[in-house]
């Protein structure tokens, strides 16, 4: 069975870490990762721009483009895509297909700040 | 990190909503300070032992809130008859407590802070001194050390700036639509005048300045957040991450400034580059252009380039262009004369700054740039009389020492050529 774990925390606390507070717990989190990674268990790792750098699309009839992070609390995260894009609006027309493959909810789409694709060893 | 390094982080980043609520009660911006500080106080007691509350922003104005008013109390019980005001003042505080911690104060109470920082009677250096001290809650001596000037000195600005407000009156209701967006600009601009004292910092200062860049890109996107639909706001904190992400590139070990076309481009921050790209890509959908949108736009051409020669030179015209609509000034020009002389040649360039002289004839790079174009002219002696007239201009050894590497590539080149004319 795979599991993702989704990481919340409080984006401005993360966001006054200094340079070495955060270099710190990156290393503490390369150990742990590179345990999973040996054991071929490790599947891809991304860390997300701030919620600064998001924008939302509901999937309404017809969408509609929000500046901002997905910010209701009656939907529940039930999945996510990682997709390759040159820029803001080629992910928004991907965003857009998936939307009439599926109506209904919201996409929030987010860039990739860092990023490993990982392993998974069937 | 440390045990106890979470707390610090938990109270900065709690700070701007914290005392802006603080200061919506006791209107009053030294009395919001000491209870926020007393909240603080009490938070490294009990946060130890307890463990982090699940709103430290909450917990924070209550227990600042609390203390403050026994504070009042107690010093009222001192004096012969209360102020009339000063009661009414407290009831209402007190009906306040009733109210939930909800968040739907969050945005007012942030801006207000940021806005009585912006306050137009307080002159620029006041208002940053101000809101770094204020917003931010950089202490007196982290502030001083980043200007550049003394404790005292600087406790006597930030002195005078509180003096200020006080005596101006500042409104507590939240702004009109129209005076909204006015003050939206101010408080950018007063980012904008943070970003730059870090960004413009020499070699041997940059270490020491430099953190006020990144507490100009996290009031930036403090304010974007408030703002999500702000196509200028996202220009402005996408120009000073772009602008930032190439801070390790920027100067040599001896501290002088390594240009542009020199520098090495994999010291470029590109999780910043990659957040300010979204954030333009972002701006762009709303098609109301602005100057902060512009010159990021500007900068990312830069980041998008691999290779200097691989820079949009033509783009970056247009885009200097754009913004001398905009923004009307002899420094635009000067620095769309750089694109120029790339797109057209030095002598388009030329062409372009020399009415300016009049204008920019105390303004160092003006006959950095004069002195670049002639050189590449082979107007030689000219050239010289411009980097002469620079590096008596510079305002920091690390622009002298780079004139001066000019004038020497010109001594060098200049003497071969006389006798041999044959080396390059």
Not at chain 1, 61 to 87: H, I, R, S, W
Not at chain 2, 323 to 342: G, Y
Not at chain 2, 406 to 417: G, V
Request: negative net charge; contains cysteine; hydrophobic residues 45%.
């Amino acid at each position: 069975m795979m599991y993702a774990i989704l990481c919340y925390h409080d984006e401005d606390a993360v966001g006054s870490w200094t340079k070495e507070q955060d270099a710190a717990v990156m290393k503490k989190l390369a150990v742990v990762q590179d345990k999973l990674t040996k054991q071929g268990r490790l599947g891809p790792v991304a860390r997300l721009l701030p919620t600064t750098a998001a924008t939302t699309l509901r999937k309404d009839d017809p969408p509609l483009v929000l500046d901002g992070p997905f910010a209701e609390t009656k939907e529940q995260l039930l999945g996510f895509y990682l997709v390759d894009c040159k820029n803001l609006d080629e992910a928004l027309e991907v965003a857009r297909d998936l939307g009439a493959a599926n109506p209904g909810g919201a996409y929030e789409i987010r860039p990739v700040g860092m990023f490993t694709p990982g392993r998974v060893l069937a | 990190m440390t045990d106890t390094a979470w707390i610090d982080t938990a109270l900065t980043s709690a700070r701007p909503q914290a005392v802006g609520a603080l200061l919506r009660y006791f209107r009053n911006l030294d009395t919001a300070e000491e209870a926020y500080q007393n909240a603080c106080l009490r938070a490294l007691k009990t946060w130890p032992q307890n463990g982090p509350p699940r709103d430290p922003a909450a917990w924070l104005i209550m227990v600042g809130r609390n203390v403050a008013i026994d504070d009042i109390r107690r010093h009222r019980k001192q004096q012969a008859l209360p102020e009339d005001e000063a009661i009414s003042d407290l009831d209402d505080a007190e009906d306040a407590l009733a109210e939930r911690l909800d968040g739907s104060h969050y945005r007012d109470d942030i801006l207000r802070l940021l806005f009585i920082c912006c306050h137009p009677d307080l002159p620029a250096t006041q208002q940053i001194a101000l809101a770094l001290r204020i917003v931010s809650g950089l202490t007196v001596k982290q502030i001083a050390r980043a200007f550049l000037v003394g404790e005292a000195a600087m406790e006597q600005r930030i002195t005078r700036a509180k003096a200020r407000v006080a005596e101006a009156s500042v409104p507590f209701e939240t702004p009109g639509a129209v005076e909204r967006s006015e003050r939206l600009a101010a408080v950018a601009a007063m980012i904008y005048l943070i970003f730059n004292e870090g960004y413009s910092a020499s070699g041997d200062t940059a270490e020491i300045r430099s953190p006020l860049c990144e507490e100009a890109i996290r009031l930036a996107r403090l304010l974007l957040r408030l703002f999500q639909s702000e196509p200028e706001i996202m220009g402005l904190t996408a120009l000073l991450l772009l602008q930032h992400a190439r801070a390790a590139a920027r100067f040599d070990v001896d501290g002088a400034v390594i240009l542009l076309d020199d520098q090495d481009r994999r010291l470029w921050n590109q999780a910043m580059i990659s957040e300010g790209l979204a954030l333009i890509d972002k701006a762009m959908r709303h098609h109301r252009s602005g100057p902060y949108q512009i010159q990021a736009a500007i900068s990312a051409l830069h980041a998008r380039a691999d290779k200097p020669e691989n820079t949009d030179w033509t783009q970056i015209d247009l885009l200097y262009g754009a913004l001398e609509v905009m923004q009307p000034s002899p420094v635009v020009t000067l620095n769309r004369a750089v694109a120029v002389s790339k797109v057209r040649g030095a002598q388009a360039a030329l062409d372009m700054i020399e009415p300016l002289e009049q204008r920019l004839s105390n303004y160092f790079h003006y006959f950095g740039v004069r002195g670049a174009f002639l050189m590449q002219l082979d107007r030689n002696d000219e050239a010289r009389v411009a980097f002469d007239r620079a590096i008596s201009l510079a305002n920091t050894s690390a622009e002298a020492a780079h004139i001066r590497m000019h004038l020497d590539r010109l001594m060098r080149d200049s003497k071969p050529r006389a006798t041999t004319a044959s080396k390059k």
